[in-house]
């Protein structure tokens, strides 16, 4: 039962750092999200996967990669971390839009 | 353009009395709405929806919201406040992008609920 998963929970990068943030869910479900969290700002969409093997941007991609290994997996690469990426990042997946979206526990990162 | 707009960042509310959170959005077609929860320190839970049929939709732990199509709006509701329903209120429609039938799930920037005792 353990629905969408995040690792790692918290991470400290040094400026120009590369990290990978891994999200895997076990529903089965077509779409994928990443977004950020940032105070006063809500939840904005990094990137978007709709299904296997596609990937699109959403409103903040740049400074940010991603891979949609499989239906299982979605990950997040920043190549080289900057301050401004500070925040939380959150993975999500869901099934169509008529279905609600479940999210990770969340990932808090800071760029030093 | 913004796709959704919550216009308190803040709302406070007497245990006890109703409180309403609200929610304006402008996609294009149908609309498909959502409301979350997150409370400190977590990740986001699903509250309740707006897909089709009935204008009043009801939810988990007692929230309800009212789609109204004239006004754009899907305000979320509730009608006695606890102390533990303090926290973080999404609204959240799908928005259509590429002009392809495809649809992404944006957020507004969030309303933060204080319910005092």
């Known amino acids: 039962n353990a629905g969408v998963t995040q690792t790692p929970k918290f991470q400290v990068l040094k400026t120009g750092q590369s990290m990978t943030l891994q999200c895997a869910q076990d529903m089965n479900h077509n779409s994928m999200y990443w977004y950020r969290q940032d105070p006063g700002m809500g939840l904005r969409l990094i990137y978007y996967s709709a299904s296997e093997g596609t990937t699109d941007k959403g409103e903040v991609p740049n400074g940010y990669n991603v891979s949609r290994l499989n239906k299982r997996e979605f990950s997040l690469r920043l190549e080289s971390a900057a301050p401004s990426q500070t925040s939380v990042y959150f993975c999500a997946s869901s099934e169509g839009r008529r279905n609600e979206a479940f999210f990770g526990q969340g990932t808090r990162l800071t760029v030093v | ?117």
């Open chain 2, 1 to 117: 353009a913004q796709s959704v707009a919550q216009p308190e960042d803040q709302v406070n509310v007497a245990e006890g009395n109703p409180l309403t959170v609200k929610c304006t959005y402008s996609v294009s077609g149908n609309p498909y709405l959502f409301w979350y929860v997150q409370y400190p320190n977590r990740g986001l839970q699903f509250l309740l929806k707006y897909i089709t049929g009935d204008n009043l939709v009801k939810g988990s732990y007692g929230f309800e919201a009212e789609f109204n199509k004239s006004q754009t709006s899907f305000h979320l509701k509730k009608p006695s406040a606890l102390v533990s329903d303090s926290a973080l209120y999404f609204c959240a429609p799908f928005r259509e992008y590429s002009g392809a039938g495809s649809y992404q799930l944006t957020f507004g920037k969030g309303t933060k609920l204080s319910v005092i005792p």
